[in-house]
């Protein structure tokens, strides 16, 4: 019985953390997330957390390119850790903050082009915290946590809102 709590109490903020992510208020307009920090509904460690988890990429890194995956050919950073969308992101604004920005830290800094991707779909835009996200086609990109090294895809269909992304800028639902 004290093994079954312990594993169920594990449980609670992963699934508090998912949640995060994924939560609307149906009355709230859409508005750019105003800043790492300002997640009101996490306790000030989470909001240092995510604040620690926005930093920016080197060079090697931002090269951006398309990588074969169990999904097809998918964006990957220049180190090929897989990247992702969020689509309740719109373009160039990010919906992620606070604990979500745990989960799925942002590839921060300007992407450049690599092997196979699309030059013209390639930008960013500035954070409400100062921090350059990096974009393509629009999309906010992200990293999953739970990927530990190039290749993984462990974020794809997330709470069916977290896709890895095909070489035109689409989220690839498989």
Avoid: E
Wanted: charged share 15%; aromatic share 6%.
């Amino acid at each position: 019985m004290f093994a079954r709590t312990r594993i169920a109490m594990a449980a609670v903020p992963a699934l508090l953390m998912l949640g995060a992510c994924t939560s609307t208020t149906a009355a709230a307009p859409a508005a750019p997330a105003t800043s790492v920090a300002a997640a009101t509904s996490a306790p000030a460690s989470a909001a240092s957390s995510a604040a620690a988890a926005v930093k920016t990429a080197d060079a090697t890194t931002l090269a951006l390119k398309m990588a074969d995956s169990s999904l097809g050919s998918i964006l990957v950073d220049g180190n090929g850790k897989t990247l992702y969308l969020f689509t309740k992101d719109s373009p160039n604004t990010s919906a992620c903050a606070g604990q979500c920005l745990v989960a799925w830290p942002p590839l921060i800094g300007k992407p450049t082009v690599g092997s196979g991707v699309d030059d013209s779909k390639l930008g960013s835009f500035t954070r409400a915290d100062g921090s350059v996200q990096a974009t393509y086609n629009g999309w906010p990109l992200y990293y999953w946590k739970g990927d530990a090294k190039a290749g993984d895809v462990a974020g794809q269909n997330v709470q069916s809102v977290w896709f890895v992304i095909d070489h035109d800028g689409n989220a690839v639902k498989k």
